[in-house]
Nanobody
Framework: QVQLVESGGKLVQSGGSLRLSCATS????????MNWYRQAPGKERELVAR???????FVADSVKGRFTTSTDNAKNTMYLEMTNLKPEDTAVYYC?????????WGQGTQVTVSS
């Protein structure tokens, strides 16, 4: 069974940086697409960043210039590097991937940014 496990979320001050990790139980190069989503209290889950099997990336306008995503294929891990964090970045961050036509979610990791 494919598993995605996020880690790295914590409480940080505004302007700080954080790196989230998503470890996969399957070879990460097999995933067609891997995404980072986030969900703040009372809000819908939103796409934050995406990386495809070709290596192309996408980041949402709300985090452009502050967040980047990458993978370490040897470690089967995807990362979300977050800089200049703002209180509005407070949310549960989820890892999501598509593998052989099926979708998988991690359990989420909480990021809280204090002002």
């Amino acid at each position: 069974q494919v598993q995605l496990v996020e880690s790295g979320g914590k409480l940080v001050q505004s302007g700080g940086s954080l790196r989230l990790s998503c470890a996969t139980s399957s070879s990460i190069v097999s995933f067609n697409i891997m995404n980072w989503y986030r969900q703040a209290p009372g809000k819908e889950r939103e796409l934050v960043a995406r990386i495809s099997s070709s290596g192309s990336t996408f980041v949402a306008d709300s985090v452009k210039g502050r967040f980047t995503t990458s993978t370490d294929n040897a470690k089967n891990t995807m990362y979300l590097e977050m800089t200049n964090l703002k209180p509005e970045d407070t949310a549960v961050y989820y890892c999501h991937g598509m593998l052989w036509g099926r979708f998988y979610w991690g359990q989420g990791t909480q990021v809280t940014v204090s002002s």
